[in-house]
């Protein structure tokens, strides 16, 4: 039986600053588009998924 030593990939500071500004842009584009929605398109899309997925909503 031979023991294999794993060696994890560290990630370089370029990559994490680089995977930080894609998630702050993504999240910054979520929060814009749905404030800029109206309330109801909102419901109506939650209640849709809701169905879609089998919980009870009424």
Do not use: Y
């Not at 560290?10 to 998630?23: E, K, L």
């Not at 588009?33 to 109506?44: F, I, K, R, S, Y």
């Amino acid at each position: 039986m031979n023991a294999q030593s794993a060696t994890g990939a560290q990630a370089t500071p370029a990559t994490s600053i680089g995977a930080m500004i894609a998630v702050a842009l993504i999240g910054l584009g979520i929060t814009f588009v749905a404030g800029h929605v109206q309330a109801e398109t909102l419901h109506d899309a939650a209640h849709d998924v809701r169905h879609a997925t089998g919980f009870p909503c009424h």
